[in-house]
């Protein structure tokens, strides 16, 4: 299961990590519920969808009383894009593990604000055609 989204995603190292996020990534843990799409779809997806770089670290999918879901942890610039991930996936949790505190400039803001417009367009868009 893991080998065929590392051929995909190749892991990083720490002596990566610690590069990239010296140069403004951020390091994200996020858990997504997996209702019944296959571990590596779901992680692409994700992964796809998020505008910006991801560096991917790693993945874990976990049975719990709520269901199954999948544990990532990925690097992720700039820190706008977690909104957007955020926005499109509506994880269960997620955790901003480093750095301890994230500068965003005015152009972040408008793009959060951007993505959050065009979420809320498409969801209502699917409501209508309901």
Known sequence: MFEDIEEE????????????????????????????????????RVIESINGDVEYIKAEEMELEAGRVVALD?????????FDMV????PMVIKIMEPENITLSMLDIQDISTNVAEVINDVMIQNAVK
Request: proline share 6%.
């Open 74 to 82: 990925l690097l992720i610039e700039p820190p706008s894009s977690v």
């Open 9 to 44: 995603f190749t892991p990083i190292d720490e002596e990566e990590i610690d590069s990239i996020l010296d140069h403004g990534a951020v390091r994200v843990g996020v858990l997504i519920e997996n209702e019944d799409e296959d571990f590596n779809t779901l992680i692409s």
């Open 87 to 90: 926005l499109r996936h509506v």
